[in-house]
T-cell receptor
Framework: DAGVIQSPRHEVTEMGQEVTLRCKPISGHNSLFWYRQTMMRGLELLIY????????DSGMPEDRFSAKMPNASFSTLKIQPSEPRDSAVYFC????????????FGPGTRLTVL | DAKTTQPPSMDCAEGRAANLPCNHSTISGNEYVYWYRQIHSQGPQYIIHGLKNNETNEMASLIITEDRKSSTLILPHATLRDTAVYYCIVRVLFGNEKLTFGTGTRLTIIP
């Protein structure tokens, strides 16, 4: 299996632009998680989906952030408009819900907002 | 989920066993102990997990005290590639699959 796939791996954009991060979970996994990592706040959960349905979005910072999972093999995290404080590494992870199974993380997208 | 406490940093000589402690004194009976590590610039990587029995896999051993209030991750023969930040996390198995990462322990393997 190719593991969790994220794209792009690096994104540099200017303040005010829309940014879309993409994630393809491991085939067969039915839970998907979006995390953000910064030096100041560490690794924090933004939102997670179970069977394509958002279960907990309490970590989404504000209305500028939105996440969708249109099907079991694809999810997006969108920031509109982007701000410099959104600069971070964004990780996607997937797992099989309701098991002792672990979460498998993707390689991350490093976002820089100028 | 229960809170965990880990030392911020540790050093270990290459080839020796690395023992990473974690305190989770408020752990509930239905919470598992998970260990992840994050090598610089990579996504977190699962290492091992357990409920109350000691566990061993190809990467590490997990020793959980009888009262479950603390645990130790053991890397039996540390190599330079084991230099990473190690996170100890407790989570309920069903109903809430979130992982709450603390600040972890930065383990440095010394040649």
């Amino acid at each position: 299996d190719a593991g969790v796939i994220q794209s792009p791996r690096h994104e540099v954009t200017e303040m005010g632009q829309e940014v879309t991060l993409r994630c393809k979970p491991i085939s067969g996994h039915n839970s998907l998680f979006w995390y953000r990592q910064t030096m100041m706040r560490g690794l924090e959960l933004l939102i997670y989906f179970n069977n394509n349905v958002p279960i907990d979005d309490s970590g989404m910072p504000e209305d500028r952030f939105s996440a969708k999972m249109p099907n079991a093999s694809f999810s997006t995290l969108k920031i509109q408009p982007s701000e410099p404080r959104d600069s971070a590494v964004y990780f996607c992870a997937s797992m099989t819900s309701g098991s002792t199974d672990t979460q498998y993380f993707g390689p991350g997208t490093r976002l820089t907002v100028l | 989920d229960a809170k965990t406490t880990q030392p911020p940093s540790m050093d270990c000589a290459e080839g020796r066993a690395a023992n990473l402690p974690c305190n989770h004194s408020t752990i509930s009976g239905n919470e598992y102990v998970y260990w992840y590590r994050q090598i610089h610039s990579q996504g977190p990587q699962y290492i091992i997990h357990g409920l109350k029995n000691n566990e061993t896999n190809e990467m590490a051993s997990l020793i959980i005290t009888e009262d479950r209030k603390s645990s130790t991750l053991i890397l039996p023969h540390a190599t330079l590639r084991d230099t990473a930040v190690y996170y100890c996390i407790v989570r309920v198995l069903f109903g809430n699959e979130k992982l709450t990462f603390g600040t972890g322990t930065r383990l440095t393997i010394i040649p």
